[in-house]
Nanobody
C-alpha cells in the first residue's frame, strides 16, 4: 500500500505561481510512475504530468508544457508540481497518483494508477 497526501493548493491570480506537494508513504519502492492529474466538475480526470521514478524522465500534457514542472526527491517520498504562468483554465482539483506498472504512458491515463491522494484545490482568477 502507498499513501499519498497533497498540499499547496490555493487561490492565485492569472500569471501567478503555485507549488503543489505530495507526500508519499508506505511501499513507495513499488511505484514506477507518479503523476499529477486534475479534474473539474463534469469533466474527466486529466493527466497533466508524469515522472518515471527510476530514471527521473518526465512528460507533460500539451496544455501545461513549458509552464508546469514535475519533480521528485531522491528518496521518492515527495512529488512536487511547480505551476507557473497560471491561467484561469488551470482551475481544478489536483491529485497526485502512483502506479506500479512497468511503463508510464504520456499523457498519463487514470486507469494505470492505483494509489491516489485526496486532492487539493487550485483556483486561478483572471
Amino acid at each position: 500500500q502507498v499513501q499519498l497526501v497533497e498540499s499547496g493548493g490555493g487561490s492565485v491570480q492569472a500569471g501567478g505561481s503555485l507549488r503543489l506537494s505530495c507526500a508519499a508513504s508506505g511501499h513507495t519502492y513499488s511505484t514506477y510512475c507518479m503523476a499529477w492529474f486534475r479534474q473539474t466538475p463534469g469533466k474527466e480526470r486529466e493527466g497533466v504530468a508524469v515522472i518515471w521514478t527510476v530514471s527521473g524522465s518526465t512528460a507533460y500534457a500539451d496544455s501545461v508544457k513549458g509552464r508546469f514542472t514535475i519533480s521528485q526527491d531522491n528518496a521518492k517520498t515527495t512529488l512536487d508540481l511547480q505551476m507557473n504562468s497560471l491561467k484561469s483554465e488551470d482551475t481544478a482539483m489536483y491529485y497526485c497518483a502512483a502506479g506500479t506498472g512497468g511503463y508510464c504512458s504520456s499523457p498519463p491515463p487514470p486507469h494505470e494508477y492505483i494509489y491516489w491522494g485526496q486532492g487539493t484545490q487550485v483556483t486561478v482568477s483572471s
